[in-house]
Nanobody, 125 residues
Framework: QVQLVESGGGLVQAGGSLRLSCAASGLTSRNYVMGWFRQAPGKEREFVAAISWRSGNTYHEDSVKGRFTISRDNAKNTVLLQMNSLKPEDTSVYYC??????????????????WGQGTQVTVSS
């Protein structure tokens, strides 16, 4: 059974940093894309960043490029999201997700097969 457990959320002032972690268990191979999404109250869930577990190739949404960095730690089966220069508009629940590899790194919510419970990130102005 696949489990994704996020940690590292919290309250931070604008301009500050947080690092989110996603501990993955139950994945039977490296043929997955690991993604981070976020959802603010009253809004749709949106893509933030993703990484191919096997190749390490990454994709970041334009709104977070240069501020957020996704990475993986194969030894710990963990995916990280380093978030710097945080803005109040980054306030959301952040979700880790896993998609079976289908040839591309997808930004689409329906393409992801497994989801974590989410961790709250609040950025104060």
């Amino acid at each position: 059974q696949v489990q994704l457990v996020e940690s590292g959320g919290g309250l931070v002032q604008a301009g500050g940093s947080l690092r989110l972690s996603c501990a993955a268990s139950g994945l039977t191979s490296r043929n997955y894309v690991m993604g981070w999404f976020r959802q603010a109250p009253g809004k749709e869930r949106e893509f933030v960043a993703a990484i191919s577990w096997r190749s390490g190739n990454t994709y970041h949404e334009d709104s977070v490029k240069g501020r957020f960095t996704i990475s993986r730690d194969n030894a710990k089966n963990t995916v990280l999201l380093q978030m710097n220069s945080l803005k109040p508009e980054d306030t959301s629940v952040y979700y880790c997700a896993a998609a079976k590899w289908r040839g591309v790194i997808s930004r689409r919510v329906p393409d992801y097969d497994y989801w974590g419970q989410g961790t709250q990130v609040t950025v104060s102005s």
